[in-house]
T-cell receptor, first 115, second 115 residues
Framework: AQSVTQLDSQVPVFEEAPVELRCNYS??????LFWYVQYPNQGLQLLLK??????LVESINGFEAEFNKSQTSFHLRKPSVHISDTAEYFC?????????????FGRGTQLTVWP | GAGVSQSPSNKVTEKGKDVELRCDPI?????LYWYRQSLGQGLEFLIY??????PDKSGLPSDRFSAERTGGSVSTLTIQRTQQEDSAVYLC???WGQGGAGELFFGEGSRLTVL
């Protein structure tokens, strides 16, 4: 089974500042990687995913994440955050060859963007 | 409906009672998942359905937990003889095929409180 570590439970930043939310996973077995976001009073939504190909993946709202196999990391970054980015962010991993939708989640990082 | 629908949104019950939680997935999604989100454990996988079959139920924490899916659509998660440690938010998700290339669509969850 995978273990996913999100190193920061809370990240407060000011608007327009850059942010990095860190995620590490335990296994070197081939994996699929995801970031999900949960806005207040809403369900989890897929933000971005890495399945194969380019190790740098991007979302439509300016977030990006880079798969680093040697460091077993999938950190999420945004160069300039907005107040509307305030949400809880979950990193998730799925083992290739197992149930694809069986995700192992980190404990989540609460991103709070202040004006 | 347009999204994954779960009911009830909130359920308060007494220890020892049985509860049923319902999930109505996105129309046409063949895969359905139940997850549990609790303060102590984060997000945990419970069970996966493909159609009406459950090829992976390895996440169910005890034999008090069961789930079924009928007509390849609605699913019910049943918890018998509830215990206080069952208190959590129970999330349902659905996807195209097996995992839908990793994109799960989550409902807003059913918050269960066991007194």
């Amino acid at each position: 089974a995978q273990s996913v570590t999100q190193l920061d439970s809370q990240v407060p930043v000011f608007e327009e500042a850059p942010v990095e939310l860190r995620c590490n996973y335990s296994s070197s077995v081939s994996v699929y990687l995801f970031w999900y976001v949960q806005y207040p009073n809403q369900g989890l939504q897929l933000l971005l995913k890495y399945l194969s190909g380019s190790t740098l993946v991007e979302s439509i709202n300016g977030f990006e994440a880079e798969f680093n196999k040697s460091q077993t990391s999938f950190h999420l970054r945004k160069p300039s955050v907005h107040i509307s980015d305030t949400a809880e962010y979950f990193c998730a991993v799925s083992d290739r060859g197992s149930t694809l939708g069986r995700l192992y989640f980190g404990r989540g990082t609460q991103l709070t963007v202040w004006p | 409906g347009a999204g994954v629908s779960q009911s009830p949104s909130n359920k308060v019950t007494e220890k020892g009672k049985d509860v049923e939680l319902r999930c109505d997935p996105i129309s046409g999604h063949t895969a359905l998942y139940w997850y549990r989100q609790s303060l102590g454990q984060g997000l945990e996988f419970l069970i996966y359905f493909q159609g009406n079959s459950a090829p992976d139920k390895s996440g169910l924490p005890s034999d008090r937990f069961s789930a079924e899916r009928t007509g390849g659509s609605v699913s019910t998660l049943t918890i018998q003889r509830t215990q206080q440690e069952d208190s959590a938010v129970y999330l349902c998700a659905s996807s195209w095929g097996q995992g839908g290339a990793g994109e799960l669509f989550f409902g807003e969850g059913s918050r269960l409180t066991v007194l």
